[in-house]
T-cell receptor
Framework: QKEVEQNSGPLSVPEGAIASLNCTYSDRGSQSFFWYRQYSGKSPELIMS????GDKEDGRFTAQLNKASQYVSLLIRDSQPSDSATYLC?????????????FGTGTQLKVEL | DVKVTQSSRYLVKRTGEKVFLECVQD?????MFWYRQDPGLGLRLIYF???????EKGDIPEGYSVSREKKERFSLILESASTNQTSMYLC???????????FGPGTRLTVL
């Protein structure tokens, strides 16, 4: 089992809809959770960090963490074509991992007009 | 804002050449990382450093070495470039806590 699992997609949503991106992980020692957005040909950009159970909102983005069920989600409200990108889930504080992050392979999101 | 810069956006080298990729960050971060990213394989950690002159191997260190002589600068060296090292190379930096990593723009390296 991979340490971080994401559905590769593509996930297609119409403009204005809510996009829901999910990530599951295997290491219960994970302490920090991140979502990165990566446009084609560009580098990953940090968009959300979450460290405790529950929801964290920032503008149109909401990160949800459930440590008991070992998943972290990213909701994008009022999706725009400019949200079309690959979203990477990353975990920190894995057992023996030190300051490293472990990345999923990403979910491609397509927001259609 | 954290700024991480990389020496080149695009680089073309020949097999057997020694290649230097340089990364500089301006936020006094202790941690610096080198990744490569290939389609379908995601981000793979090559080397990382927690402090000046310190380095640790990541998941795929073979064929690479690194140098960190100053806190703000982390260099990746391909001792003898090979075609299977054609890839996007990404540098990142972070504080020990929170360990949010911030990436540079990347260097797309092609080895012919």
């Amino acid at each position: 089992q991979k340490e971080v699992e994401q559905n590769s997609g593509p996930l297609s949503v119409p403009e204005g809809a809510i996009a829901s991106l999910n990530c599951t992980y295997s290491d219960r020692g994970s302490q920090s959770f991140f979502w990165y957005r990566q446009y084609s040909g560009k580098s990953p950009e940090l968009i959300m960090s979450i460290y405790s159970n529950g929801d964290k909102e920032d503008g149109r983005f909401t990160a949800q963490l459930n440590k008991a069920s070992q998943y972290v989600s990213l909701l994008i409200r009022d999706s725009q074509p400019s949200d079309s990108a690959t979203y990477l889930c990353a975990l920190g504080g894995l057992t023996g991992g030190g300051n490293k992050l472990t990345f999923g392979t990403g979910t491609q999101l397509k927001v259609e007009l | 804002d954290v700024k991480v810069t990389q020496s080149s956006r695009y680089l073309v080298k020949r097999t057997g050449e020694k290649v230097f990729l340089e990364c500089v960050q301006d936020m006094d971060h202790e941690n610096m990382f080198w990744y490569r990213q290939d389609p379908g394989l995601g981000l793979r950690l090559i080397y990382f450093s927690y402090d000046v002159k310190m380095k640790e191997k990541g998941d795929i260190p073979e064929g690479y070495s690194v140098s960190r002589e100053k806190k703000e600068r982390f260099s990746l060296i391909l001792e003898s470039a090979s075609t299977n090292q054609t890839s996007m190379y990404l540098c990142a930096s972070s504080l020990p806590y929170p360990n949010e990593q911030f990436f540079g723009p990347g260097t797309r390296l092609t080895v012919l």
